[in-house]
């Protein structure tokens, strides 16, 4: 289980407060206003921001001291965060071992990731020869070779058409969630939040509600969520 033990973030004038758990094998969607906090939780989770006060438990172990390249999490940004030189199998080699000396083991696991995301035949294609769909499917592949317990999603997605991103949604239920991860999703829409996550979470008013069960949440939203949702 990953928890946020009284977590307090803060940048400037802006503060956001965590004080809640997200289990195992589990999705869990992080839904709320612009601005108010999603992804910077996400970057306090994988390490990008030093909180200001709490604990960040993953099962046993304190994650606040860890550097964020040896947390056991995979993060996909909004960007892809591609890098243009490398080639997309080198970009998905890179969640295996990110010397890139892969043995004949670790390139069939990136061949397999990337004909799972509908990219056999693209594996020598660097990202600029790639769409913005193809970049993100790339970066999912990426994530699926990492085999890290707790997958962060920022919104990866939203450049790829409906059925696409629901393909993509889908893939990550199928092979992430099912394999037992941790994985926590921000987005705007409770569309893709009651399609793949089991649990959601409001992210308004400095706060960081406790995850109950999707469907529930938007069927009665609270407050602050009603007034989002409009």
């Known amino acids: 289980m990953l928890r946020c ?12 407060c965590a ?6 094998g589990q999705a869990t969607a992080l839904i709320g206003p612009s601005g108010a906090g999603k992804s910077t939780l996400l970057a ?11 604990q960040l438990m993953w099962d046993d172990n304190d994650l606040m001291g860890t550097a964020p390249g040896t947390r056991p999490i995979s993060m996909l ?12 199998a080198q970009n998905v080699g890179l969640g295996l071992r990110p010397n890139l000396r ?4 670790d390139e069939a696991k990136v061949a397999a990731a990337l004909a799972d995301v509908g990219l056999d035949g693209f594996a020598d294609r660097r990202p600029a020869a790639l769409s913005g769909g193809q970049q993100s499917r790339v970066a999912l592949a990426r994530v699926l070779v990492a085999n890290r ?13 409906p059925a696409l ?31 793949i996550a089991d649990m959601a979470a409001v992210v308004a008013e400095g706060e960081v509600t406790a995850p109950v ?7 009665k939203p609270p407050a602050a969520l009603k007034a989002y949702l409009g």
């Open 19 to 24: 004080d809640v758990s997200f289990a195992q």
């Open 165 to 195: 991103k629901d393909d993509m949604l889908d893939l990550v239920k199928s092979k992430l969630v099912a394999a037992g991860k941790t994985v926590i999703m921000v987005t705007h829409d409770p569309a893709n939040a009651r399609r």
């Open 213 to 219: 069960a999707t469907d529930a949440l938007f069927d």
């Open 77 to 88: 940004f909004q960007d892809n965060n591609l890098f243009p030189h490398l080639s997309a």
């Open 44 to 54: 306090a989770i994988a390490g990008f921001l030093m909180p200001a006060s709490g």
């Open 102 to 105: 892969l043995d004949r083991g």
């Open 149 to 161: 317990p707790i997958v962060l999603l920022d919104e990866p997605f939203e450049a790829l058409g």
């Open 5 to 16: 033990k009284a977590l307090v973030l803060q940048l400037g004038s802006f503060s956001l």
